[in-house]
């Protein structure tokens, strides 16, 4: 969890490289985790591939990743960890 938190503040300093990196490393310690899946959505999304970003998001979902309130809350601790 640590990895991707680190991937996704990574992403809004424009450290995009870096947040690759990190996010890569959590899908293989845990590859059954959504989030950096979702989070590697965002980078492509962030970087101009969209049919990249929409695959990572599938991904995502696959993993149990839906918009319901524990992704929320998830997403929210992590943008106030960003600031």
Known sequence: MALNNLGAAEICLGEF???RDHLEQSKRLDGENPLPYFNLAQLEMV???DATSRDCLEQARR???TKNLSDR???SAQSRSHS
Request: proline share 0%.
């Open 17 to 19: 490289a870096a947040a």
């Open 47 to 49: 970087l101009g591939n």
């Open 63 to 65: 993993r149990g990743y």
């Open 73 to 75: 809350l998830v997403q």
